[in-house]
C-alpha cells in the first residue's frame, strides 16, 4: 500500500501511465483512417467496417468503450480529430486523482487473535452418498437381440451402462 501511494505521487499526467500508453498506441494503430462528421457529437471511423462513434454518450458500436470505461480504437480516432479532450471522456477510475485517492487511507491489518486456530487443519469430507428411491430405470427386461453399450462413468471411473448421472457408487 505504501509503496503504491508512494509511486502514484510521482506521476504528473492526468490518467495513470499504462492508460496514457494504451491510448497512444490506440492512436497510432487508428492515424490511417477517415472520419466522416454526421454531427458535433456522432462520427463515423471508416475502418474495416465502418463504426459509429457517440463521443457525447461515450459509446460505439463495437461496444468496447461502453464495456471497459476506456475509449477503443476508433473512438480515439474520433475524439482526436473532433477537436476535443481524451482525458475527458476516460472514466473517472483510470485518472490518477482516483488512484491517489484509492491509496489515501490506510488498510488497517488483522490481528493474529482474532482469526480461527486450526482453520488451515480441517478435512473436509466428501457428501455421503445413497441409492435414490425407486425402482432403477435400467434394471428393465430387455428386447431380444437389443444390444446394451458398455461406457465409462466419469464420476466412479468403472466400465458399464451407467453414467456420471444415473451413478450409484459411493464418492471415492
Known sequence: MCCKKQIAAKWRQ???????????????????????????DVLEVLCNPSVKVAI???SCTCTQWQ?????????????????????ACVERYFHVECYREAYSRPIMP???????????????LPPFSRKPPGRN????IRSFGEKVRTIKCTRCGKRGSHNRRSCKEAIN
Open 137 to 140: 430405470k435400467k434394471k428393465r
Open 110 to 124: 488483522v490481528p493474529t487473535l482474532w482469526k480461527p486456530e486450526g482453520a488451515g487443519d480441517a478435512v473436509i
Open 67 to 87: 464495456l471497459n470505461g476506456v475509449p477503443c480504437v476508433h473512438a480515439v480516432c474520433a475524439i482526436k480529430k473532433s477537436g476535443k479532450s481524451l482525458n
Open 14 to 40: 492526468v490518467l495513470c501511465p499504462t492508460m496514457d500508453e494504451a491510448l497512444t498506441i490506440a492512436f497510432q494503430e487508428s492515424k490511417a483512417w477517415e472520419v466522416k462528421f454526421s454531427s458535433p
Open 56 to 58: 457525447g454518450r461515450h
